[in-house]
């Protein structure tokens, strides 16, 4: 590939200034199968305040430690505020409790990238893809990563696994996205 054309590539898959999200594409995906269960509010009331909420979910993780729901979602509003590194903390205790927990998995694998440990969170998806290998989200994101690192042959293998598994999911089509923008200077001959 002509040093032209991987500066092209690489202007269309760029990284938002000091987010580690992709501007183009989308950024990371996260992988919800169902809200975690985890009440903290009464039905038909008003949403929780985040303080509320916090100290409700700290209040029963005393009583239920390391409890993977509780724990993401401690996680998800650590990531909220800004402490990264307290979300990582946090999912990782989940995952110590429940290693196929493919939204912890997810979650910490889109954290350390976002806090620039590229190579954890090659490691953290590449765990999640050994056992779920047509986990769509994973593909894709896996893909982004390579491809802002450059390594356009691997983005292009893992975003054409994740358009067969879902095409119609959001990341099967931003991974379709994302191979169009790969394929588009090389078509364009």
Known sequence: MSTMKKKILLALIPLAVGGGIFAILGGLNSFRTKPAPVATAAPGSAPANPAHERASLEEQLKKNPGHPPILLRLAEMESA???????????????????????AR????????????????????????????????????????????????????LWSQA??????????????????????PVNKK
Not at 133 to 157: C, F, K, M, S, T
Not at 170 to 184: D, H, N, P
């Open 106 to 157: 997810l979650e910490l694998s889109k954290s350390l990238y976002e806090t620039g440990k590229i190579s954890e969170a090659i490691v953290e998806t590449k765990r999640l893809l050994a056992d779920h290998p047509d986990q769509v989200d994973g593909l894709y994101n896996l893909g982004a990563i390579y491809a802002n690192e450059g390594n356009l042959q691997l983005a292009r293998q």
């Open 163 to 184: 358009v067969k598994a879902d095409p119609t999911s959001e990341s099967g089509k931003k991974a379709s996205e994302g191979l169009s923008k790969i394929l588009a």
């Open 81 to 103: 505020d800004g402490h990264p590194v307290e979300a990582q903390k946090l999912l990782r205790q989940a995952l110590e409790k429940d290693s196929a927990n493919l939204d």
